[in-house]
Structures are given as structure tokens and as C-alpha cells.
């Protein structure tokens, strides 16, 4: 059974920074995308962040250029370094990892971390 454990949400001021990990329970190699989503009230559950076990990231528009995605292979650890918050950003962010065998995609998603932009 895969488990994955984030950490570092919080309340932070517009303007700050905040950095998001997330602990996976075997090698993050083993999935073929791991990435960040988040769900805002009342709203569906977005991409924000994601990277191939090939080292390929991509973003969602609204964080290009503020949020970074990282990984450290020994930790078994996927980062997501958030510069520049605004109270847009404000969401439970879940951890997601994604293995596709063949036709068969199965997605593992972490018990999300809430992060609270506001002054």
C-alpha cells in the first residue's frame, strides 16, 4: 500500500513563501508522475505542479514563475516551493503519485495540507 504524508502548510501573508513536502512510502521512481493539486472551497481539484520520473515538470499557468517543483530521490520526498503567495492560492494541496502500467493509470493521493494566504 502506497502512503504519501505531506507537510508544511500553514498561514502565511500575501507576499510570503511557503514549502510543501511530500514523503512517499517507496521509491518516488516507481511512479511515473508525482505532482501537487489543490482544491479551493467550492471549486474542483486542480494541477498546480508536476514532475516525470524523467525529471520533466510542468505547471498550471496561475503559478508559473512562483511555484517551484523539486524532488530529493533519497528522502523519497516530492518538494513544492511556493514564492510569491496570494490569497487565491489559499487550498488544501494534495500530494498525488501516479503509476500508468500499459492502459492502466492508478492514482495514490496524500490526506492533503491546508495553506491559508491572508493578512
Known amino acids: 500500500q502506497v502512503q504519501l504524508v505531506e507537510s508544511g502548510g500553514g498561514l502565511v501573508q500575501p507576499g510570503g513563501s511557503l514549502r510543501l513536502s511530500c514523503a512517499a512510502s517507496?521509491?518516488?521512481?516507481?511512479?511515473?508522475?508525482m505532482g501537487w493539486y489543490r482544491q479551493a472551497p467550492g471549486k474542483q481539484r486542480e494541477l498546480v505542479a508536476a514532475?516525470?520520473?524523467?525529471?520533466?515538470?510542468n505547471y498550471a499557468d496561475s503559478v508559473k514563475g512562483r511555484f517551484t517543483i523539486s524532488r530529493d530521490s533519497a528522502k523519497k520526498t516530492v518538494y513544492l516551493q511556493m514564492n510569491s503567495l496570494e490569497p487565491e492560492d489559499t487550498a488544501i494541496y494534495y500530494c498525488?503519485?501516479?503509476?500508468?502500467?500499459?492502459?492502466?493509470?492508478?492514482?495514490?493521493w496524500g490526506q492533503g495540507t491546508q495553506v491559508t494566504v491572508s493578512s
Open positions: 498525488n503519485a501516479r503509476t500508468v502500467i500499459i492502459t492502466v493509470t492508478t492514482d495514490y
Open positions: 514532475i516525470t520520473s524523467g525529471g520533466t515538470s
Open positions: 517507496r521509491s518516488i521512481f516507481s511512479f511515473n508522475v
